[in-house]
């Protein structure tokens, strides 16, 4: 689990320094899935090679020279190949290969516990060999309509029901002096008129989830992304209703788990304890106090010099 091992490396280096890591002989134990990591890993490459294959093929890897008494075999590569092209191919079986390729889209995998936090699984890429970049953790990225639920929850708890009715129709703002004047949309275009809350939310309508934050307003829907851990200071414009800010996959996954746990805070967390090398724990990620054992344990404590 690459992408899982080294984020640990990463978080070990940030709490006790590269020392400590490499010469102070922690122990230590992670949240990791080794089944659900493998599943995670399989689902995305597969998801990835999908959507890649459904926008055509970009032409062969690199080209060599075919050299002298090279056949034409196939009966038709001439339409995708030349003679001397270095191509990916998949075994099909008895003999049957198909054709193949990297895909140039990447992206990220988070599983966690929504109970707990702690991270089952986690992959940043295609490939770790391709790139050391996680866009589970470092890519900061639009959620896009994966932000609405948030702003639906805000209303919710500003006296909105699922049966309030608004209207899903066209709108536009002046952005002020030299900017002109914004037209969002829906995706398709389309528009339904007054429909419920709980329509707008189910179909993503975005026309009705900007009439929706401009109603209770954009602070507090910012409120909501900030209580969340969405974003640490989320701008307040209208456009950050459709999910037009950044954040880390890992964060909009540990807010999604938030609401599964019934809106209680979580804290996303690959390593479960640290242990130094005589066995005293010097972090714990569940630092709740313990009634009637030997003491607490404390979220963090300074790892002992190492001799």
């Given amino acids: 689990a690459p992408w899982f091992s080294e984020e640990v490396r990463r978080e070990i280096v940030a709490r006790f320094g590269d020392k400590a890591l490499y010469e102070g ?144 129709a066209p709108i536009e703002f002046n952005q002020g002096p030299g900017l002109g004047v914004w037209r969002p949309k829906n995706y398709a275009g389309d528009t339904l008129g007054p429909v419920t809350m709980r329509t707008g939310l189910e179909k993503s309508r975005n026309l009705m989830t900007i009439r929706l934050a401009q109603h209770i307003g954009i602070d507090k829907v910012a409120e909501y992304a900030e209580r969340f851990g969405i974003f640490d200071k989320m701008p307040r414009v209208l456009s950050m209703s459709l999910g037009a800010g950044e954040t880390t996959l890992l964060r909009l996954t540990n807010a999604y788990g938030e609401i599964a746990n019934g809106g209680k805070q979580i804290e996303a967390s690959l390593i479960d304890r640290v242990q130094d090398r005589t066995g005293r724990t010097i972090y714990r990620h569940d630092d709740r106090s313990c009634d009637g054992c030997s003491g607490t344990f404390a979220r963090s404590a300074q790892v002992p010099p190492i001799i």
């Fill in 25 to 168: 002989g922690l122990s230590v134990r992670s949240t990791l899935d080794m089944r659900m990591q493998r599943l995670g890993e399989k689902a995305l490459r597969d998801g990835l090679i999908d959507y890649d294959r459904r926008h055509g093929w970009r032409g062969a890897i690199a080209q060599i020279s075919a050299g002298p008494g090279w056949q034409e075999r196939p009966r038709r590569p001439a339409d995708v190949l030349s003679a001397g092209d270095v191509v990916a191919v998949e075994a099909k079986g008895q003999g049957a290969y198909a054709l193949r390729q990297i895909p140039a889209v990447d992206g990220g995998l988070v599983a966690l516990d929504p109970q707990t936090g702690r991270v089952l699984a986690l992959v940043g890429g295609f490939s770790p060999d391709r790139s050391q970049f996680n866009r589970a953790t470092q890519a900061k990225r639009q959620p896009g309509s994966a932000f609405k639920p948030f702003v639906y929850l805000a209303a919710l708890e500003t006296d909105f029901t699922p049966a309030t009715i608004i209207l899903d």
